[in-house]
């Protein structure tokens, strides 16, 4: 009996004492990087850059993106067309996943479990989606990110046509006993519901500033001296903008598994506009922190100048941008964008990688149709290659 009440109490002292939120390790390795002379100042550039180069211009797009989304209502004489017509299934298919982010892909998936679209529409989905990567690069770089988002969309539905045309329109099509089940949406914790909340001011009120920083920043207006600032204070505001977006964040999920790591937060019904804008941005913005972190980091230790070894290497790199294009996730994919975005890597393997990945709607589309997911990636692979080594033959 003793013994049993020993081992609860020691069940009850690791419950309490587990780690809760793995996410918050990122700030925490930040935050001691700071403190580190040695690393401080690589870390604050860091820091500052993706802040002011990438989350404001990020926080811009996906503002624009939702109010316009959110007006936007799917009317029922397209839902009846789609019915009557495989050739626009894939059209629409294609755009939907062409839209930045990924619940243009999720909203075509679903539909083709509950057998209202052909399964070319969902290789057009796959094909054209590039998920929150889109985002970011169309915040750093918009003519390249249209190229991008336009070469998508255009073999996206070649690819659906061409798929629907082999095997016709009922493939892969799950039988009615499969058809998917109303979604459940679990409630958040009270620590969860004001983070997002937070979340949401915290872009609510930065939302102009930062972008008139951005700007300026881009037109290479040196704040510091227009405003008559201590030398490097846009940077340092921009550090600790990045580090409170980022700790607000890692409070507002846990990572229990891989989805939750690499996967943009679920959305509440009940999210206000500059709510969805934050999560969004804090997502994207994490990894690219992540991103540009590791980059500075490597050149540190090893002395070595990635873009240069990445040329080194530049027949391998379309084929690499595929290959990671089909890991599922948006963050792997926001990686391979910010390397581009650097630099590092040639527009020949960010556009293999736009090509071939499928964001976050490979998730519900491997629980609710696996065969079809897995059969749907390969074919969207194969375009992916033939775009990506053609591109770089001809271009680069």
Known sequence: MVSQIKSLQLRETRQRWRLTNKRFLFPVFLFAMLVSPATREMTVTVL????????AYVAATLTVYHAVSARMSYNTKIS???QRSQRFQVI????????????????????????????????AVLTATMGDAAFLLLAAKPLTGLFTV???????????????????GTFMQPVQSEILA??????????????????GYFWQWLLLPSAFVAVSGSFQIDLDTV????????????????LTAMVLWSLSRDIKNYQDAVSEDPKPATAKLFQRVAQDTNFVTTWVIGAFLCFEIVMRITGWDLATFFTTWSPVMPLLGVMIGLIPGCGPQILVTSLYIQ??????????????????????????????????TVYSGIPAILISYGFYWLFE
């Open 48 to 55: 500052a850059d993706a802040f002011w180069q990438v989350a």
């Open 227 to 242: 405003f008559h600032f201590p030398q490097g204070s846009t940077s340092t505001l921009g550090a600790i903008f990045a």
């Open 92 to 123: 629409f298919a294609a755009v939907m996943g062409a839209l930045p982010g990924c619940g243009g892909a999720i909203i075509v998936m679903t539909q083709f479990v509950r057998g209202r679209l052909s399964f070319g529409s969902v290789v």
């Open 80 to 82: 009846a067309y789609l």
């Open 150 to 168: 336009g070469v998508g969309l255009t073999v996206g539905m070649i690819s659906g046509w061409l798929v629907d045309t082999l095997h016709g």
């Open 343 to 376: 630099g590092a890597i040639p527009l020949s393997a960010q556009l293999g990688n736009a090509i071939s990945n499928d964001g976050d709607a490979l998730f519900p589309a491997i629980a609710l149709a696996p065969k079809a997911a897995l059969l749907a």
């Open 182 to 199: 109303p979604e459940h949406h679990h409630p958040q914790s009270d620590t969860q519901s004001t983070s997002l909340r937070w979340q």
